[in-house]
């Protein structure tokens, strides 16, 4: 029976050439294979796993060789501090996107009972954070998805965000028209992109992801249709690519919102823009 130190190395050895992050994916697959933490595995290298734990770390493996994500395999992503259940029905939640939860927590004084729309919710991670971040405010979350919304369902009950609701909606169709806050993450990869054939998202549901040749459609429906459904003053504020900023900035004007401000993400690219009714 092998070491956990053999099985890591194992691991990395058949990970290398096809995971830029062969040694922490191990890592993660075998930890989550023990019901351990990453830290335990570190303490106690000289444990031996029993041949059936063994055996369903090298099935992770393989799949991971093939390229499926490792959210996907351990069914888990961390997102702004909670731990969210992911399946290939939603998009793998981004550490960019915890830009767009601050950016609405920062624009929306905290004390302040709110109703807040959160447009694509996927599995629930800007609505469950938002939620949980400000239990006084009702979340409301939509997607076109009925397994996103089940999944965004399980997230918000596991994480007791009791202040979420769901519905199934294309956009802003069905949305109340007295919000204070319209956030979303919509697909904003054009359709042609040759990033969709590398990487994790090709295992992720093109619906998540592209919209348009541009990669603008979902953008342009949400700023047209959005600014209706909001109070006077109320807020929109909106993901999208690196190079849509000035798209993003250029449609709110087009839809008379103010206050437009673009952020940038950790890699200094442009990434959320926001605007008020
Ligand atoms: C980029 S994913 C974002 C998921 C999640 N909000 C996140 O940030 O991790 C976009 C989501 O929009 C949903 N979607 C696509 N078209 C839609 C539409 N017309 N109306 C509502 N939701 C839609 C997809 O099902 C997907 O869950």
Redo the contacts with the bound molecule.
Sequence with gaps: MATLTELLHEGRALLEEHSPSADLDARVLLAHVLGRSETWLRTWPEHRPGREEAGRYRALLRHRARGCPVAYLTGERE?FGHSFRVSEA?????PE?EL?VEAVLERLPGENAARVA??????????VSLALARPQWTVLA????DE?LELARVNARALGAGNVSLSR???CADLPGDLDAVV?????VAEGDPHLKEGDVRFE?R???T?GPEGLD?LR?IVEQAPAHLVPGGLLAL?HGYDQGEAVRALMHEAGLAAIETLRDLAGHERVTAGCR
């Design positions: 997102f939603v998009l793998i939640p981004r996107t767009l959160d447009l694509g919710t996927g599995s629930g991670a800007i609505a939509t997607d076109e998805s996103a909606t294309h956009w979303s993450n919509p697909p904003y549901p619906a998540a992801l919209a979902a429906a993901e």
